[in-house]
Nanobody, 124 residues
Framework: QVQLVESGGGLVQAGGSLRLSCAAS????????VAWFRQAPGKEREFVAT????????YYAYSVKGRFTISRDNAENTVYLQMNSLRPDDTAVYYC?????????????????WGQGTQVTVSS
C-alpha cells in the first residue's frame, strides 16, 4: 500500500510562488510514476504535471507549462511541484497521485494511489 501526503499549500498573491511536496511511502523494489492533479470548486479534476520514475521525463498541462516545474528526490521519496507566476485561476485543491510503472499519464484513472490534497489559493 502506497501512502501519499501533500504539503506546502496556502494563500499567495497573484504573481507569487509556492512549492508543494508529496511525501510517498514507495516500496524501493518497485518503480512509481507520480503526477499532480488539481480540482477547483465546481470543476472536474484536471491534470497538472507528471514525472517518470527516474525523473528524466516530465510532461505538463498547457495551462501551467513554463510556470510550474515537477521534480523528485527518490532518496527522500518526495515529489515536488514548484509553482511560479501564480494566477487566481490556479486556485484549487492539489493532489499527488502515484502509478506503479516507469511512466505516468495525464489520465486520472491511470493512478491507483492518491493523497488527501492541499489547498492552494491565489488572490488577485
Amino acid at each position: 500500500q502506497v501512502q501519499l501526503v501533500e504539503s506546502g499549500g496556502g494563500l499567495v498573491q497573484a504573481g507569487g510562488s509556492l512549492r508543494l511536496s508529496c511525501a510517498a511511502s514507495f516500496s524501493t523494489s518497485s518503480n512509481y510514476a507520480v503526477a499532480w492533479f488539481r480540482q477547483a470548486p465546481g470543476k472536474e479534476r484536471e491534470f497538472v504535471a507528471t514525472i517518470n520514475w527516474s525523473g528524466g521525463t516530465t510532461y505538463y498541462a498547457y495551462s501551467v507549462k513554463g510556470r510550474f516545474t515537477i521534480s523528485r528526490d527518490n532518496a527522500e521519496n518526495t515529489v515536488y511541484l514548484q509553482m511560479n507566476s501564480l494566477r487566481p485561476d490556479d486556485t484549487a485543491v492539489y493532489y499527488c497521485a502515484a502509478d506503479k510503472g516507469e511512466y505516468g499519464s495525464s489520465w486520472a484513472g491511470a493512478y491507483d494511489y492518491w493523497g488527501q490534497g492541499t489547498q492552494v489559493t491565489v488572490s488577485s
